[in-house]
């Protein structure tokens, strides 16, 4: 067990893939040289070459449309799109040929992509450079989508999702670059589509992912001082959704609070609460709770920004609302 950062997740990852795999090549903007927009591919260039580390253009479409015939020819190709609102630029790629060709063409088709992107704000990058726009992709059948929190489990489902014969969507936060935390040695992968406890507890359930669930914790820690024991689940994956690890959870604890950073409406903590609703109903105590951004863009100013996203106090005052019902 060693110390990394976030970012030493993912470039471990992606070495060892390559190591492991010759068939593992790396595509995006600024990925050589540069070691991309936030480090995490620094050094393999050196190390790999520039067949296996391919600096493209800047077009979102070329980049992942290449990577989508790359995977169906037999190779096993991780895109990077530098920020995740460019997503946009590929949505054609992405929903209509990488999340449908195997449905399409069965036993003929398989799309091994990893596309990795960076998500979020607190940066103060501005509106088109700071959304997380992850809850659009659980909307499209046929793509798998991680939001890994910990150094150890960005490794882990990174190393997975090049594994995996379908198309995966990786969700960097990019708060969570520089933050550390233990990672295993050895070749260990963790599964895609199974969540965790972060910390056990019976009065409240915190459902979060990527860099909330760190925001989830603190909050834990802080309802310790008025008495209450808060249980948090690091979703992990947001699709496959692991609803029954949520379940168990609301069905010890009678309460629910959705956790997310991106726009409230059709968010990831709707899905979320969806589910409860339709699977735990009976064991609910109290409303469910979503917290999130508001419908608005992102501002570019650091006061407004932060005003913006959510905060730990509107966790730990919700949950203190919820308590008192």
Known sequence: MRELA????????????????????????????????????????????PERVRCTPISEATIVGAGIGAALTGMRPVVEIMFMDFVTLAMDQIANHAAKFRYMYGEQARVPLVIRTPAGGGRSYGATHSQSLEAWFLHVPGLKVIAPATPADVKGLLKSAIRDDNPVLCVEHKRLYATSGPVPDGDVTVPIGQAVIRREGEDLTLAAYSYYVGIALQAAEALVRHGINAEVVDLRTLAPLDTETVLDSVRKTGRLICIEEGARTGGVGAEVAAR??????????????????????????PVLEEAALPKLDDIVQTALDLLQR
């Open 276 to 301: 409860v609703a339709e699977g735990a109903y009976e064991y609910l105590d109290a409303p469910i709770r979503r917290i999130a951004a508001p419908d608005i863009p992102i501002p570019f100013s």
């Open 6 to 49: 976030y970012w030493q997740g993912v470039q471990e990852a992606l070495r060892e893939e390559m190591m492991r795999d010759p068939y593992v090549f790396l595509m995006g903007e600024d990925i050589g040289v540069y070691g991309g927009a936030f480090g995490a591919t620094r050094g393999l260039l050196a190390e790999f070459g």
